[in-house]
């Protein structure tokens, strides 16, 4: 959505500006005459006529790391004694982009009507998510909303910095599948077709490796469009039966008991929500609605459902270890480290050695899988060439025979 400048007056004429994320101007006049403000002027971002700056802004995306940035300054602000309202507007200005600029404003805007911090926060939950207000919520009841502020700006670093190591081990990895469709399609589409026509016109026998290059070559160039749609219709179907409850949670049962891959997603999805719970518990958070939080945070609809089931056993009288263990998605380690934390009451603790635990053991899983599919991926690549090589020497062997017959 475009982003507008607005001039308002409060009800004692003090002229205030800002900025706010609307459909339009009228939403924007909508929006703060809610607010109890009589609005002067309403302007676009982007003004009038074409902008290559509006249009790149439009398509902007909040990045992870904006939200870890903010966190962190207005936790160092909020120490150093610095008031509330006043840390939002000084973190405001000093942030390049303007869609989570326009956010930070309509937050400060806000505080400064007399709202709490994690209410303003909530009105936002593509950039502030549940886990993330439930927190500012419990620190400012608290009174250690830097603290806290602090806790998660550390904990998005964390899982900031274990998604960016697992995307960087698996870059080569699809590089090199782009490689080798990019040579096979060149080889059989751009150079085989050439030799078709000698190889025909010869009379030789064309070998078999031959015939079936020269099928898949015809194949390719020719079916090329058929094939791309039946492709986007199989894809379409397959979103719309995994966004349907049964289907997304067959698929999602299916990546967990995936061969080689499903037990490092099991681990990225436990450790994610042994994180998350730790996070919420050690800022005083009992621990359902810790859970009730975390399971909304949970992508996995199979780990989401178990954590409800989890939830539910707890609030009948249940001990922790009994739920965790009948979920059948923990391994003993994980179990008894979470009975070990429940005895001792330092289960927010527990939960953090598990996230140690399991962090570099995903890192190692995922560089053994790389280490393991690159000289595999290379080797595929260089059959597939030799084959299509083959296909067009052999025939060419014939001819020569023939020329020399």
Not at 57 to 86: M, V
Not at 160 to 176: E, F, G, H, Q, T
Not at 286 to 293: E, G, Y
Request: glycine share 6%; proline share 4%; hydrophobic share 45%.
């Amino acid at each position: 959505m475009p982003l507008f400048n607005y001039k308002v007056r409060d009800k004692q004429g003090v002229l205030t500006t800002g900025r706010l994320e609307a459909a339009d101007e009228g939403e924007v006049i909508s929006n703060l005459d809610k607010r109890g403000y009589s609005v002067t002027e309403v302007t676009s971002e982007e003004g009038p006529g074409f902008s290559t700056a509006g249009i790149v802004e439009r398509f902007k995306h909040f990045e992870k790391r904006d939200t870890i940035i903010f966190t962190r300054q207005l936790a160092t602000l909020l120490r150093s004694g610095t008031a509330l309202s006043p840390a939002l507007t000084a973190v405001c200005d000093q942030t390049q982009n303007k869609r989570f600029r326009a956010v930070l404003d309509d937050v400060r805007q806000s505080v400064q009507e007399g709202k709490s911090l994690s209410e303003g926060m909530s009105k936002h939950p593509h950039v502030f998510p549940e886990l993330f207000v439930s927190m500012v919520e419990v620190g400012e009841a608290g009174g250690m909303l830097d603290k806290v502020l602090e806790r998660l700006a550390a904990l998005g670093m964390q899982e900031l910095d274990m998604n960016s190591r697992i995307k960087s081990a698996l870059v080569y990895p699809i590089i090199l599948v782009i490689a080798t469709f990019a040579i096979v399609n060149f080889l059989v589409v751009g150079v085989l077709p050439k030799f078709v026509t000698v190889f025909r016109t010869s009379g030789a026998a064309l070998p078999l490796p031959t015939q079936i290059i020269m099928g898949l070559s015809w194949i390719l160039r020719r079916l090329w469009f058929p094939l791309a749609v039946a492709a986007g219709i199989a894809l379409a179907a397959f979103r719309n039966y995994t966004k349907k409850e049964r289907g997304k949670f067959k698929f999602h049962k299916w990546l967990l008991i995936l061969p080689i891959f499903g037990p490092l997603y099991r681990k990225v999805q436990i450790s994610r929500f042994a994180r998350a719970t730790s996070a919420l518990i050690s800022t005083g958070v009992p621990i359902l609605q810790a859970l009730s939080v975390v399971e909304k945070t949970i992508t996995n609809v199979v780990v989401r459902k178990a954590i409800q089931d989890i939830r539910f056993a707890i609030s009948e009288g249940h001990s922790l270890v009994e739920p965790f263990r009948a979920s059948g998605l923990f391994s003993p380690m994980v179990i008894q480290m979470i009975s070990t934390g429940e005895k001792t009451g330092k289960l927010d603790q527990m939960l953090a050695e598990i996230v140690s635990f399991y962090e570099p053991e995903i890192e190692y899983t995922v560089k053994n899988l790389t280490t393991l599919l690159e000289p595999l991926m290379l080797l595929a690549m260089g059959v597939m060439v030799g084959f299509i090589a083959l296909s067009v020497l052999l025939p060419i062997f014939n001819l020569i025979r023939v020329f020399r017959g």
